[in-house]
């Protein structure tokens, strides 16, 4: 029996969907993998602002992509998504550990005023951004690799802990890096921050071989542990896998060659990142479970899929124009985290302040005390100049 | 489906605690998604439209609190849809078809509300005073329809409608019936009359506090007046729903209905029963009140009212005592918080001024556990009141939950984050109100000065 129209564009827009995922989400994962890297309190503050800095605002909404694959997927593939979530409860448990995490740390780090408090939260929203990542990824290889059972009667081990299932969780988590190193070498050139430039350039460059490598070590051992989605990689999805490579070469190309153009070199980075995802989805046609069960045994009645097509349609409607004006205002840097008095303060008490929020200066000054305000934003200022001048020498 | 076979041994209760526990505490940072933007924009726009620093300062300051609440809560509905599956992959395996619709519209209304929500956070500095009041608008507008499409689902449970069964699998869906069922427009009006109680009555159990302790300036009677005006318009109404809801509930969740009112047998000149616990089937430390629950089903004492004799023993919902006993708190602090509304309102109309007495605001004070309270309890009845049912009369509990063996551990695991998420979303407020207050002793005597209208929107009157 061959899969209904309907069926096939509802698999289509699930795979679109997680690709969105894939980048915006990855991308917030990867920005918390370099805060875990970039080193202890005072060598690795400029990086961790400048992550902050074009994380915070936009992470929520980035992540709603999430919520949107799991509604996708239980309303058009119910079966498929009562499977997955039973024979791999133990690595989605762990990556919405990872997400709960993320979350606080993430809630709290903006508050934490001690440095140890500030340590610690910022340890749980990093670390958990290597968590989630890696766990998504053995789930996606236990569906590749055909391991998980349509009707499951516990959790399957076996299916997560598979080579292929562990690689591809690498494969995640250096994705991740990859794509996020990427966007902040462009945030970074945005405000002007030379050297962050250079350092995320060269770690966006190390991330690319990483994946590159990564992705060709999944590919290897996909050929013995499934070989129907390999067929599809080398066969009908290879179109894909060629743009891919190609658009990763060329994103190293252009770190190399230093032209970082805004919109050619996210757009490349991001069409590497996505046509990877579309290859999978491609390459496991015509099954949800390569190869236990077929998108038409597995799809909901015709009805729910057209509900499911009416609220996409509803969502291109009303959520990408949103989108359009969050990422135009974060481009325009129109959206700041509103300085607290606190805020001020604790930069000015340079003890404290661990990364400490330059962005205060060109606060608004306030009508009744501008003599005060003036004086803390002198005070900022010469503490940042004393900060570059430490730092460069 | 092979896998309900299997499924049928499972004991659902450690699955029913987690998922209980998580909705539970979810509920509330709900609360605040659907109604704090709508406090703090009215805030704002009394800041706005009469040039009132202490009503700006307040209404940021509440958005520095919505920053995290809403972070908080973005990541508690996580775990619910995570849970959906992990939890209970019989009820969407089988029915993810119908009940998946309502969750999908949600999906685009919480799309919407973190955008917007990032736009108001993050837009004070950059956006004209007006553009960023309009900036809101769009949360409260998603709040209010992401409740719905939430509450449809659930009360698509309670009354499930709009699909067809055959051999096990749902072989027709009619969207529009699954949104709308029976249960929906009541279930979302209780909802949504709930969250702008539980917020408006928490925020200004804060201010009242402050007021109690002697800081009376134009701030904190503000802060107080603002959210318990709003919260004070929502009581009356939600005293009135839930009358109208209880003969809902009689007439199509009979079962659930007679063990909210202890209705062993079915008949007329059925008694209301006030308090009491069910032992072996008698009521003691009750007191109970001749056909009066005749009477509010069918205002007549003649009134049939069906008892949960009419189905066998093992279709009844457990815990008799805790549901009715959670109904009669529910009302019995709702009255509560209607009758203080009143009070203020009383004392408003013949004075126009603020009732600040001890006498008012320490139980003022309260009014925000208190309506915590009267939710919590309120869904205590609506779904221990529905089992042993996930989805009524159609799927048993244990039938969707999960074969997967590791639920006790992710209970356990469940409970100690949501003791940190606790933590977190008590705790950051109440580091932020002493930093404030540390901070600037001379900040909230500015405040009672209003200045000059005009640019104050944009350029915030929060110095450092």
Redesign the interface.
């Known amino acids: 029996m061959s899969p209904s129209p309907e069926a096939i564009a509802a698999a289509a827009i699930l795979v679109v969907v997680i690709a969105a995922y894939a980048l915006f989400g990855g991308a917030d994962f990867g920005g918390g993998i370099w805060d875990l890297l970039a080193g202890g309190p005072r060598r690795g503050a400029a990086p961790r602002e400048l992550i902050d800095e074009s994380i ?3 992470w ?2 980035n ?2 992509w ?3 694959v ?3 997927l ?3 593939f ?2 498929a ?7 791999l ?2 690595p ?2 762990l990556s ?2 990872g ?6 740390g ?3 780090r ?2 934490a ?1 001690q440095l140890r408090t500030q340590q610690l939260s910022g340890a749980a929203f990093a670390a958990s951004s290597l968590i989630t990542p890696f766990f998504m990824g053995t789930v996606i290889g236990a569906v590749a690799t055909g391991q998980v059972p349509v ?5 399957v081990l076996a299916a997560w802990t598979s080579p292929t299932a562990i690689l591809t969780g690498f494969l995640f988590v250096a994705a991740c890096a990859y794509i996020s190193a990427v966007f902040l070498v462009l945030e970074a050139r945005q405000r002007g921050h030379q050297d962050l430039v250079r350092y995320f350039s060269a770690r966006a460059t190390a991330a690319g071989l990483l994946t590159g490598a990564l992705a060709g070590g999944t590919f290897t051992v996909l050929s013995g542990s499934a070989p129907h989605v390999f067929a599809g990689l080398t066969g009908i999805a290879l179109p894909l896998v060629a743009v891919s490579i190609a658009a990763g070469v060329a994103v190293l190309g252009m770190l190399w060659l230093r032209w970082y153009h805004a919109m050619f070199l996210r757009a490349t980075a991001a069409i590497a990142v996505a046509t990877v995802v579309w290859g999978w989805g491609l390459a496991q046609y015509p099954y949800l479970f390569p190869t236990s069960l077929s998108l038409a045994a597995g799809s ?2 015709t ?2 899929l ?3 097509f ?2 996409v349609g ?2 291109v409607l ?2 990408a124009p ?2 359009a ?2 990422y135009v ?1 974060q481009q325009r840097r ?5 300085e ?3 805020d ?2 604790t930069a000015a008490h340079l003890g404290q302040a661990l990364p400490a929020r330059p962005a205060a200066a060109p ?7 501008t003599g ?2 003036t004086a ?1 934003v002198l005070a900022v200022l010469a503490i940042r100049a004393i900060r570059d001048a430490w730092r460069r020498r | ?3 309900v076979a ?1 499924v049928l041994a499972v004991d659902p209760v450690p699955a029913r605690s987690q998922m209980g526990s998580s909705l539970g505490f979810h509920i509330i940072l709900a609360c605040f998604g659907i109604a704090f933007a709508a406090v703090t924009m009215t805030a704002e726009w009394i800041g706005i439209r009469r040039g009132d620093a202490a009503a700006l300062l307040l209404a ?1 300051r509440w ?2 609190v919505m ?2 609440l ?3 809560g ?6 619910l ?2 849970e ?3 939890l209970w ?2 009820l ?7 009940i ?2 309502p ?6 209304f ?3 509300e ?6 108001y ?7 004209s005073a007006w553009a960023h009041w309009w900036s809101g608008v ?1 949360i409260v507008v998603a709040g209010l329809l992401g409740a719905l499409s939430v509450v449809a689902a659930n009360s698509w449970m309670n009354s499930p409608a709009g699909y067809t069964l055959s051999h096990g699998k ?6 529009v019936s699954v949104f709308f069922n029976a249960s929906t427009p009541y279930e979302t009006a209780h909802m949504v009359l709930a969250a702008y109680l539980v917020t408006g009555f928490l925020v200004a159990s804060v201010y009242a506090v402050g007021l109690l302790r002697g800081r009376r300036d134009r701030y904190h009677r503000l802060g107080f007046a603002v959210p318990f005006t709003i919260a004070g318009i929502a009581a009356p109404l939600q005293v009135m729903m839930g009358d109208i809801i209880a003969r809902f509930i009689a007439h199509q969740q009979p079962v659930k209905f007679a063990a909210m009112e202890y209705i062993a047998r079915t008949g007329d000149n059925i008694p209301e029963w006030l308090g009491g616990i069910l032992i072996n089937g008698k009521v003691y430390f009750g007191a109970s009140i001749p056909s009066f629950d005749s009477i509010l089903v069918g205002f007549s004492p003649h009134t049939r009212v069906i008892g949960w004799d009419s189905v066998p023993l093992d279709r009844r919902p457990p815990l008799t005592t805790l549901i009715h006993l959670s109904f009669d708190l529910m009302v019995g602090l709702g009255f509560f918080l209607f009758a203080l509304a009143a009070w203020q309102g009383w004392w408003w109309w013949f004075h126009r001024r603020l009732l600040v007495t001890p006498w008012f605001l320490v139980p003022s004070a309260l009014s925000g556990v208190a309506a915590v309270a009267a939710m919590e309890a309120g869904w205590i009845v609506t779904e221990v009141g529905r089992q042993p049912w996930i989805v009524y009369r159609v799927m048993l509990v244990s039938a969707a939950a ?5 639920v006790p551990v ?1 209970l356990g ?1 469940i409970l100690a ?1 949501y003791a ?2 606790t933590v ?2 008590i705790g ?1 407020p109440i ?2 109100s002493r ?2 207050r540390r ?2 002793p ?2 909230e005597e ?1 405040e009672q000065v209003p ?1 000059g209208p005009s640019p ?1 929107g ?7």
């Open positions: 915070t605002p936009v929520e909404a992540h709603v999430l919520v949107f799991l509604v996708l239980w309303t058009a119910p079966p998504f009562a499977a997955i979530f039973t024979a409860f133990v989605l448990s919405l550990l997400i709960v995490l993320r979350g606080t993430f809630a709290f903006h508050t005023q009707h499951p009667a516990g959790s909901a009645p009805a729910s057209a509900a499911e009416f609220v509803l969502a009303l959520v949103g989108f004006l969050l205002m129109m959206l700041k985290a509103a607290t008095d606190a001020l303060r606060a608004a000054p306030a009508p009744a005390r005060m305000t803390l | 489906m092979g896998a299997h940021r958005s520095k920053a995290v809403v972070a908080v973005a990541v508690s509905g996580t775990v849809s995570y959906m599956g992990l992959p019989g969407m395996g089988r029915f993810g078809a119908a998946g619709f969750f999908s519209v949600e999906g685009i919480f799309f919407l973190a955008i917007f929500v990032a736009v956070l993050y837009g004070w500095r950059r956006l769009p749902i072989t027709r869906v009619d969207p999960t074969p997967a063996g590791g992710t695991v984050l940190i998420l977190v979303s950051v580091i932020m930093r404030w901070g600037t001379a900040e500015a200045y104050a944009a350029s915030p009157p929060e110095a450092p």
